[in-house]
């Protein structure tokens, strides 16, 4: 993992924490952001796609596809309940009353599996920053 | 480079975009996999074009005056709402509350805090922790 990766990660994670409390942010604001959002995501699972492979990472790849699917839905769920962006391009949806509680569920899943998601994450991308760190301190020293 | 290693270099860079490629095609159908059990299991939904006379999709008004959730209107007597469990409608339907309460507001914000605080509570104490710990370290050497 490059430090550039790293800092694109820690970037969308800030904006996903916003994004996910539509209550401080209001709701338009949610749904663009979301929209934002998504593709920077899959942005971000195609650059991790490289890390399909390897032996004994079959937890991790579990949990990547609950992500996956966490996400999908959320993000299908979204646009079906959107009151903002949605009429913005002219359409509405109905069903309402199965995909509001759907976009909930799918929401809670999707922060619990990231949150766990980043945790296992976590040292890897810090171990890029101590590196990072390590050749600076090396090159003023030498 | 001699050649061997640059064959070697670009084996690996076609594998990487071939793996970068899966990636967008596994996502892809995941969508594509959602929406189609979403639709499965709400067969009655869907995606319609926006026009005046457009029935309001959460409580069935036809008003025309709304079509905007900053602008939900008060009960005026008039206006039918359809019941979200019964189906029928009313001028006195509870579809007014659930149209000026509940459609299109954040409900979700306290489990979202339930589950965020205790994250930056654990977190912000292994922070202080260690911190702690690394002082006495430096201050007992």
Redesign the interface.
């Known amino acids: 993992m490059r430090a550039p990766r790293v800092i694109f990660d820690i970037v969308l994670l800030a904006l996903y924490?916003v994004a996910?409390?539509?209550?401080?942010t209001g709701?338009p604001f949610?749904e663009y952001l979301g929209a934002g959002i998504f593709v920077l995501m899959?942005a971000h699972?195609?650059?991790?796609?490289?890390g399909?492979?390897g032996r004994g990472r079959w937890a991790q790849r579990v949990l990547n596809g609950a992500l996956?699917?966490a996400l999908?839905?959320c993000?299908?769920?979204g646009a079906?309940v959107s009151?903002?962006l949605?009429?913005s391009l002219?359409?509405?949806?109905?069903?309402?009353?199965?995909?509001g509680p759907?976009h909930?569920l799918s929401?809670?899943v999707l922060?619990?599996a990231l949150?766990v998601h980043v945790v296992l994450r976590a040292p890897g991308a810090l171990a890029v920053f101590r590196h990072r760190e390590a050749q600076v301190e090396k090159r003023v020293s030498g | 480079m001699n050649l061997s290693s640059k064959e070697a270099k670009r084996s690996r860079g076609q594998r990487?975009a071939r793996?970068?490629?899966?990636?967008?095609a596994?996502?892809g159908a995941?969508?594509v996999?959602?929406?189609g059990v979403?639709f499965a299991?709400?067969p009655?939904?869907?995606?319609?074009?926006?026009t005046a006379d457009?029935a309001c999709?959460?409580a069935g008004c036809t008003n025309g005056a709304c079509?905007g959730?900053d602008a939900v209107p008060e009960p005026d007597g008039r206006s039918e709402m359809r019941c979200?469990e019964a189906g029928c409608t009313s001028v006195e339907c509870h579809g007014w509350e659930t149209l000026a309460g509940r459609?299109?507001?954040?409900?979700?914000?306290s489990?979202?805090?339930w589950?965020?605080m205790p994250?930056v509570l654990v977190l912000g104490l292994w922070v202080v922790s260690r911190r702690l710990s690394k002082g006495e370290r430096h201050a007992g050497a």
């Open positions: 924490l996910a409390n539509p209550a401080l709701v949610h899959v699972a195609v650059a991790s796609g490289e399909l492979g996956l699917v999908a839905f993000v299908v769920s079906m009151g903002t949605l009429p002219g359409f509405y949806a109905t069903g309402y009353y199965f995909w759907l909930a929401a809670k922060l619990a949150l | 990487s793996k970068r490629l899966l990636a967008a596994v996502v995941v969508l996999g959602a929406l979403g299991l709400a009655d939904s869907g995606l319609h074009p926006l457009a999709p959460v079509h959730y979200p459609y299109h507001q954040a409900s979700d914000m489990l979202n805090l589950i965020l994250v």
